[in-house]
């Protein structure tokens, strides 16, 4: 999923109150132009210079939000391609429901970019609106779409089990992880289903909507018969990340 969200278009089009609906959904960090020139960049005024440099700082602060994790949101006007290519890659969302603005300065730079994910036209509310991007950035997982499984018992989950699991997801588009419950089986087995699950979902937060987490049995042999309709296969990754081990990761962790 994007996580550095730019909702751009002319002062007055409805940017603020459509990131208003959008950002509970997203849980995301918003930056407002207004506000972040009043508290932080005093500095600039609006002649072309500033106003690259104010979009590359409101990039910059969206990129801090999205390498902790997060998702952020930049509701500003970002009226030429230099301010947004100094914002930097974002999922564009464009607000084109007036022709101008009441400050001519601005309409007389502005320029329409020519690549965003969703155009937004006069037609519809905020709400309609916040409800289809959210469709478009987390989708839901649909049970029934083609879906690879991996079963382990990620005690902990690590970089590799990433690595594995994004590999899967290219390939296939969604997948299922399945735990095993081997909590206390023995020492190398110290986490329950739910710290799994959370370190898994905190590893795949970009992926969300791509695949789901569900508790096993202590599955220990897979068996199946001919012509099961699917296939098994080993992934097979890099030398490096072939090579990371759990037990390193778990004493890394403290878990002995």
């Not at 020519?114 to 937004?120: A, K, P, Y």
């Amino acid at each position: 999923m994007s996580r550095k969200i730019l909702v751009m278009g002319l002062p007055g089009s409805g940017k603020t109150t459509l990131t208003r609906a959008l950002a509970p959904m997203l849980n995301a960090v918003v930056f407002n132009n207004d506000e972040v020139r009043a508290n932080i960049n005093r500095d600039l005024g609006f002649s072309i210079e500033d106003r690259v440099e104010q979009a590359r700082r409101m990039g910059w602060l969206c990129d801090r939000v999205v390498d902790s994790g997060g998702i952020a949101i930049a509701d500003f006007v970002c009226p030429t391609p230099a301010t947004r290519a100094a914002f930097g890659e974002a999922f564009t969302i464009f607000i084109d429901r007036i022709e101008a603005s009441r400050f001519d300065d601005t309409n007389q730079i502005f320029i329409p970019p020519e690549r965003f994910e969703i155009r937004i036209e006069a037609e519809g509310t905020p709400q309609y609106w916040a409800e289809r991007i959210f469709k478009l950035l987390r989708p839901a997982f649909d049970p029934k779409g083609p879906t690879a499984l991996f079963v382990g018992r990620f005690q902990p989950f690590h970089d590799g089990h990433q690595s594995l699991i994004e590999e899967g997801l290219k390939r296939v588009g969604q997948v299922c992880i399945a735990v095993r419950d081997t909590q206390h089986v023995d020492g190398n087995n110290p986490l329950s289903f739910f710290d799994v699950s959370r370190r898994i979902e905190a590893a795949l937060r970009p992926h969300a909507g791509r695949f789901v987490i569900v508790p096993l049995p202590n599955i220990t042999h897979v068996f199946y018969g001919r012509d099961v309709g699917y296939v098994v296969e080993r992934i097979f990754l890099d030398d490096a990340t072939e090579a990371i081990s759990a037990t390193q990761a778990r004493r890394q962790a403290g878990f002995g």
